[in-house]
């Protein structure tokens, strides 16, 4: 059985933070890019899941990694199958999480500003792009940025479910290590 993720998603910055992930991890994580929010389909989903498959056996996890600051696709979004890792208001948020708490709601670009100023590291920020002390900032932090992200509320600006594909890779690595 092979066991293997599917993110979509419809911003450089989730493809480069997902990227990292695949690098990190080594597991076979494909990410199907850039999937508009208005273009995301339940039809799109089952045919890049029969893409993927190669045995009926093999386990196919999906994942929908959106922004929530746009209103016109988080209804869209809903409406298909899939684990829902969107942030709100956007991947920022995720990145912040790693370096300081955030309760407050807030907009994309000051969510963004936020980020620039919570650790060194971010102070050259530029979106769809991770530079390697940021790679490294996200890849040390994960467990805090979890933890910090499970005690927003999902759904309400802030929050984010970057943090469900984090665990299901985890989970998926113990799994091959420990075999029943």
């Not at 990227?19 to 089952?46: D, F, H, M, W």
């Not at 999480?97 to 407050?104: D, M, P, T, V």
């Not at 933890?147 to 998926?172: C, D, F, H, M």
Request: charged share 25%; glycine share 4%; with cysteine.
């Amino acid at each position: 059985m092979k066991q293997a993720f599917l993110v979509f998603c419809e911003g450089a910055t989730e493809k480069s933070y997902v990227q990292e992930l695949r690098k990190r991890y080594r597991l076979p994580i494909r990410i199907v890019t850039i999937c508009e929010g208005q273009a995301i389909t339940n039809a799109l989903i089952s045919r890049e899941i029969k893409r993927e498959k190669v045995s009926p056996t093999d386990h196919i996890e999906t994942f929908l990694m959106y922004d929530r600051d746009v209103p016109e696709v988080n209804a869209r979004i809903e409406a298909c199958d899939g684990i829902k890792t969107c942030s709100n208001p956007c991947i920022e948020l995720w990145f912040l999480l790693h370096s300081a708490e955030q309760r407050s709601s807030l907009a994309s670009d000051e969510c963004i500003r936020y980020l620039k100023h919570s650790a060194k590291e971010w102070n050259s920020y530029k979106k769809g792009e991770l530079s390697a002390p940021q790679s490294n900032l996200l890849w040390n932090n994960r467990s805090c940025a979890i933890q910090r992200a499970k005690s927003l509320i999902e759904g309400n600006n802030p929050s984010t479910g970057v943090y469900k594909l984090l665990e299901s890779i985890q989970k998926s690595l113990l799994r091959a290590q420990n075999p029943v």
